[in-house]
């Protein structure tokens, strides 16, 4: 297993601001994962963030709006660019677990509400 | 796109009862996943379940995967206030995308 944290746990931002999200892991990792989730709903995947090469988004999210970092195999950052209401969510991070199974550990996320 | 439906999306029962929650779909999944997550955290894996028609038991929960490798089913018995929480299964990973499922939202009132 992982331990994750996540930096902030809230916050609240004005819309047309940006607010980045730091997830810290306790051992390297090859692959990090960001998601978004709206209060008691499933997860949806943003991002897959890969140490040094560029992150790989799913359909529906662009690197201009959810630009991410990965500079070590500890550490990624989720910035959300822009803000509008609808961007309001819970932002959570993951790292997977050994191959081949595909358990995944999750930080506490963050709960971002834009005004 | 592989979906994974999960039934029911709302459970409100009394401490005590029993309850099975289901994750529907109809792709094949390498593997499949339980978590549970309680408000302001992230979620918890439960169990991984990864040979058709393995059973897994963990305490009062029960994991089972379909023979098929489509569906599972989680069982709780004798439910308690401890076990509310978003449910949510997820399939694939590690070579194969992951999915989550819709997510079943436990509530066991004392």
């Known amino acids: 297993s992982a331990v994750i944290s996540q930096k902030p746990s809230r916050d609240i931002c004005q819309r047309g601001t940006s607010l980045t999200i730091q997830c810290q892991v306790d051992s390297q990792v090859t692959m990090m994962f960001w998601y978004r989730q709206q209060p008691g709903q499933s997860l949806t995947l943003i991002a897959t963030a890969n140490q040094g090469s560029e992150a790989t988004y799913e359909s529906g999210f662009v690197i201009d709006k959810f630009p991410i970092s990965r500079p070590n195999l500890t550490f990624s950052t989720l910035t959300v660019s822009n803000m509008s209401p609808e961007d309001s969510s819970i932002y959570l991070c993951?790292?997977?677990?050994?191959?081949?199974?595909?358990?995944?550990?999750f930080g506490p996320g963050t709960r971002l509400t834009v005004t | 796109t592989q979906l994974l439906e999960q039934s029911p999306q709302f459970l409100s029962i009394q401490e005590g009862e029993n309850l099975t929650v289901y994750c529907n779909s109809s792709?094949?999944?390498?593997?499949l996943q339980w978590y549970r997550q309680e408000p302001g955290e992230g979620p918890v894996l439960l169990v991984t379940?990864?040979?058709?028609?393995e059973v897994k038991k963990l305490k009062r929960l029960t994991f089972q995967f379909g023979d098929a490798r489509k569906d599972s089913s989680l069982h709780i018995t004798a439910a308690q206030p401890g076990d509310t929480g978003l449910y949510l299964c997820?399939?694939?990973?590690?070579?194969?995308?992951?999915?989550f499922g819709t997510g079943t939202k436990l509530q066991v009132i004392p």
């Open positions: 792709s094949v999944f390498s593997s």
């Open positions: 997820a399939g694939g990973g590690g070579y194969q995308k992951v999915t």
């Open positions: 993951s790292v997977e677990g050994n191959l081949p199974s595909a358990e995944q550990y």
């Open positions: 379940v990864v040979t058709g028609g």
